[in-house]
Nanobody, 122 residues
Framework: VQLQASGGGLVQAGGSLRLSCAAS????????MGWFRQAPGKERELLAA????????YYADSVKGRFTISRDNAKNTVYLQMNSLKPEDTAVYYC????????????????WGQGTQVTVSS
């Protein structure tokens, strides 16, 4: 599976962005998906994950209530809607795929893509 994240950019605090991750190659619907981020000097942080069907989701406490993960298996795409953005959300955002939701949550990715930069100004 090849993954390509897009949709990042510069936004003011309190604003919104929607990230997209387009998948190609093996059947997208066979994989649970996740979004994680990494800021300079900080560890990688899992933000949200979604099961293969889209029914099951997981959110990190840091984004719960602000971010929403969704997927469209017909379009081979997973999304991350980010609202009420804060300067501390500034990071490179990546999408990743794994066979199960649990594997995504545990960081046991099978595939991950190039990231997209999100910068939130104060």
């Amino acid at each position: 599976v090849q993954l390509q994240a897009s949709g990042g950019g510069l936004v003011q605090a309190g604003g919104s962005l929607r990230l997209s991750c387009a998948a190609s190659g093996r059947a997208f619907s066979n994989y649970a998906m996740g979004w994680f981020r990494q800021a300079p000097g900080k560890e990688r942080e899992l933000l949200a994950a979604i099961s293969r069907s889209g029914v099951g989701t997981y959110y990190a406490d840091s984004v719960k209530g602000r971010f929403t993960i969704s997927r469209d298996n017909a379009k081979n795409t997973v999304y991350l809607q980010m609202n009420s953005l804060k300067p501390e959300d500034t990071a490179v955002y990546y999408c990743a795929a794994a066979v199960t939701l649990g594997a995504v949550v545990n960081g046991d990715y099978d595939y991950w893509g190039q990231g997209t930069q999100v910068t939130v100004s104060s």
